[in-house]
């Protein structure tokens, strides 16, 4: 495929960086994007699309471009939230929301969705379809799970998805997948110890979780070792750790330790939670304490289709990409995992630059120089597999 073939045309990047920049300036974090769904189905609906879908597992909006030909079913999917983090940086278009930024990208990975949307409404595919989804709640994981259960979801239930993330510290606009495992799967576990408070002369007196609490602090991270699991599969980060109370004259009554745990798939993830709720249940049991075990921000294991996974090579090819090798699964988790569970899906980076302030950091910005080459990354997929 050349690049003749592409509807895609480069006089659109002013309106979609002008959209990502209006965006940045107004995010909003997991669940809440609301004013964010309203610009984006606005931008969409103008494209005239077969079919509009809003609402999907909370605030996602889909659109639909069809052939009315048989043929496959094809999703690109991009993220519409924000993060709870103050912005520091001095661009123009900084954001607007104090305490809440676009600084993981999601405004970019938006406007390179709607960019492709304005490539399928310029030419239709000629069989099959595309649908263009803009997940809400990606950052906690609660996003993918809500968008595929909604029954809404089924009418547009795709034979492939794909998405790409951005990432610093790969070249600028260098390209990167892999075939099998390209995430880790995590999920977040607080442990609350419960003891009985005492007078810190008299702490005998009391119930103290100091002691347990230690023996987690250092057996959690030590877990995938001790049962057996490669260091390189998974791990255990203590994120959060709490004792009593700020106050000299009292012997603490509970404690709190958080930890992130994170696997290479998801038959390890259950495995290693299950572990970390023994090793918790174990230790409370012997010290006397109340426990409490909670979970959140789950995320599942993004599992590359091997033929999904060609698809974007040929795409990276046919572009003159320089290729960024993935040599082993990546530990961050994205939540697109779950869409591997529907369809025959794919993730793949492209490079924000070697010395790019990092995801999550309060000064990043996303680079527009990516938009014009994702849109036309997806557009080859979408045009080998649909025309």
């Given at each position: 495929m050349?690049?003749?073939?592409?509807?895609?045309?480069?006089?659109?990047?002013?309106?979609?960086?002008?959209?990502?920049?209006?965006?940045?300036?107004?995010?909003?974090?997991?669940?809440?994007?609301?004013?964010?769904?309203?610009?984006?189905?606005?931008?969409?609906?103008?494209?005239?699309?077969?079919?509009?879908?809003t609402g999907l597992g909370g605030h996602g909006v889909a659109a639909v471009f069809d052939s009315g030909a048989p043929g496959p079913s094809v999703l690109f999917r991009c993220e519409l939230d924000g993060l709870p983090i103050y912005e520091t940086g001095s661009i123009d278009w900084r954001s607007r929301i104090p305490g809440k930024g676009h600084l993981c990208g999601?405004?970019?990975?938006?406007?390179?969705?709607?960019?492709?949307?304005?490539?399928?409404?310029?030419?239709?595919?000629?069989?099959?379809?595309?649908?263009?989804?803009?997940?809400?709640?990606?950052?906690?994981?609660?996003?993918?799970?809500?968008?595929?259960?909604?029954?809404?979801?089924?009418?547009?239930?795709?034979?492939?998805?794909?998405a790409l993330h951005n990432l610093p510290g790969v070249p600028l606009g260098a390209a990167g997948i892999r075939a099998g495992a390209f995430?880790?799967?995590?999920?977040?576990?607080?442990?609350?110890?419960?003891?009985?408070?005492?007078?810190?002369?008299?702490?005998?007196?009391?119930?103290?979780?100091?002691?347990?609490m230690c023996e987690l602090i250092t057996g959690l991270p030590a877990l995938p070792v001790r049962i057996g699991m490669a260091p390189e599969d998974a791990l255990v980060t203590l994120v959060h750790a709490r004792l009593g109370e700020a106050a000299f004259g009292v012997a603490p009554g509970e404690a709190d330790v958080w930890a992130t745990l994170r696997s290479i798939d998801n038959d390890l993830q259950?495995?290693?939670?299950?572990?970390?709720?023994?090793?918790?249940?174990?230790?409370?049991?012997?010290?006397?304490?109340?426990?409490?075990?909670?979970?959140?921000?789950?995320?599942?294991?993004?599992?590359?289709?091997?033929?999904?996974?060609?698809?974007?090579?040929?795409?990276?090819?046919?572009?003159?990409?320089?290729?960024?090798?993935?040599?082993?699964?990546?530990r961050w988790s994205e939540d697109f995992g779950l869409f591997g569970s529907v369809a025959k899906s794919a993730l793949f980076v492209l490079g924000a630059g070697v010395d790019h302030p990092r995801l999550h950091n309060p000064d990043y910005d996303f680079p527009d120089v990516l938009i014009g080459q994702g849109v036309r990354l997806f557009e080859r997929v979408a045009r080998e597999l649909c025309g």
């Open positions: 050349n690049s003749a073939s592409l509807a895609f045309d480069e006089a659109v990047m002013p309106e979609l960086v002008a959209l990502r920049r209006q965006l940045h300036q107004a995010p909003e974090v997991s669940g809440e994007e609301t004013a964010t769904a309203a610009r984006i189905k606005a931008f969409v609906e103008a494209l005239k699309p077969d079919a509009l879908l999601h405004d970019g990975h938006m406007a390179i969705i709607a960019g492709l949307a304005g490539a399928m409404a310029a030419r239709r595919p000629v069989r099959g379809r595309v649908i263009v989804l803009f997940q809400p709640a990606e950052e906690t994981g609660a996003g993918a799970a809500a968008v595929i259960a909604d029954p809404a979801f089924k009418a547009i239930e795709p034979d492939f998805a794909f995430n880790f799967a995590s999920e977040g576990l607080s442990i609350r110890l419960e003891g009985k408070t005492a007078h810190a002369s008299q702490p005998e007196a009391g119930l103290s979780p100091a002691a347990a259950e495995r290693l939670m299950a572990s970390a709720r023994e090793l918790a249940t174990e230790v409370a049991a012997r010290h006397g304490l109340e426990l409490t075990l909670a979970t959140r921000d789950r995320f599942y294991a993004c599992q590359n289709d091997a033929e999904a996974t060609a698809l974007v090579e040929r795409a990276f090819a046919a572009e003159r990409l320089a290729v960024h090798r993935v040599d082993a699964p990546l």
